[in-house]
């Protein structure tokens, strides 16, 4: 069975940056598509970015686009979300996921709050 652990949320001030990261194990990594998800409080989880298993193709959610970047390490098993410039509006928790065989896995998020 596989697994997701998100880590690397934080209390950041507005403009600031994190890296989250999130490292899986119990499948061949190299062939996984890996997402990042956000649900702040009293809204749905919305996609956030894409990156894919073929050529590290990358796809993001317009309102991140430009300040988030997603990458992959192949040799840690790790997929991560590098966010700068961060407003109140990021504010959320974070999740990490993959589908294999069209099952979806999820990790159980971490916490970005952007607030001064």
């Known amino acids: 069975q596989g697994q997701l652990v998100e880590s690397g949320g934080a209390l950041v001030q507005p403009g600031g940056s994190l890296r989250l990261s999130c490292t899986v194990s119990g499948f061949t990594f190299r062939m996984l598509p890996l997402s990042w998800y956000r649900q702040a409080p009293g809204k749905e989880r919305e996609l956030v970015a894409i990156?894919?298993?073929?050529?590290?193709?990358?796809y993001y959610t317009s309102s991140v686009k430009g300040r988030f970047t997603i990458s992959r390490d192949n040799t840690k098993n790790t997929v991560y979300l590098q966010m700068n410039s961060l407003k109140p509006e990021d504010t959320a928790r974070y999740y990490c996921?993959?589908?294999?065989?069209?099952?979806?896995?999820w990790g159980q998020g971490t916490q970005v709050t952007v607030s001064s």
């Open positions: 996921k993959t589908t294999r065989m069209g099952v979806p896995y």
């Open positions: 990156i894919t298993s073929v050529d590290n193709s990358t």
